[in-house]
């Protein structure tokens, strides 16, 4: 399934790429301001970067710079309701792969989406490795210290975003974002109670407590 990061600072809109892009069968993952947005893109978590312009505290000009600036190749479709043709060719000429203007419609959206999917050569790596932990994409079997454990399809996608930054702090809405892919009540303790799972089957002190901050991988 592709992962597709949406950088829109507006909730509604947000919202309705969201839902329709997963009703076409891909993952997604909402990014409100651009200092995130560049965060989650430059993780290579992510197949495809929806991104708005007008983003708050980092513009969207400005995070396709820095994520080309730092040689990522993540295909770019920015959707922005600034439509004039400087700003189109700033977007084009910055790195961008193609250019939408708001108001849009969602069926030619999709529609670009899945042209730029289309065009990406396949991922080779296919096992995540820290340490003694191993994960591996295609099979889906998680291996401690050589031994397999039985994950459930939350947990293993709980260890995977885990090892894919290993030794970083993850706060509990960064968890909930890129493992549920919605936003939970702020009283859900859902991450936590994952994370104690996760720990009962790999390894109590493998998941650290960061506290007020959220969870780290030590390894």
Not at 26 to 52: K, N, Q
Not at 171 to 179: A, D, G, H, T
Not at 210 to 218: C, E, K, N
Request: contains cysteine.
């Amino acid at each position: 399934m592709a992962a597709i990061l949406i950088a829109e600072d507006e909730p509604r809109i947000a919202a309705f790429v969201q839902k329709g892009l997963r009703a076409a069968g891909l993952s997604t993952t909402i990014a409100r301001t651009g200092p995130e947005a560049l965060d989650y893109a430059c993780s290579g978590e992510f197949d495809l970067m929806v991104l708005d312009i007008g983003l708050p505290q980092l513009d969207g000009f400005a995070v396709l710079e820095a994520l080309r600036g730092q040689g990522s190749t993540l295909p770019v479709i920015i959707l922005t309701a600034r439509d004039s043709v400087t700003d189109t060719v700033a977007g084009l000429e910055g790195g961008a792969d193609d250019y939408m203007a708001k108001p849009f419609r969602f069926e030619e959206l999709l529609a670009r989406v899945r042209i730029r999917l289309r065009d990406q050569p396949q991922a080779q790596a296919v096992v995540v490795t820290q340490g003694d932990l191993s994960l591996d994409l295609r099979t889906r079997i998680v291996s401690v210290s050589g031994k397999p454990v039985e994950l459930s399809a939350r947990e293993f996608t709980l260890l995977e975003t885990f090892l894919r930054h290993p030794n970083q702090v993850l706060s509990r809405e960064q968890l909930l974002s890129r493992v549920w892919g919605y936003d939970f009540d702020p009283g859900s303790n859902v991450v936590d109670v994952y994370v104690r799972y996760l720990r009962n089957k790999i390894g109590s002190d493998r998941i650290v407590t960061v506290r007020g901050a959220g969870y780290r991988l030590s390894v």
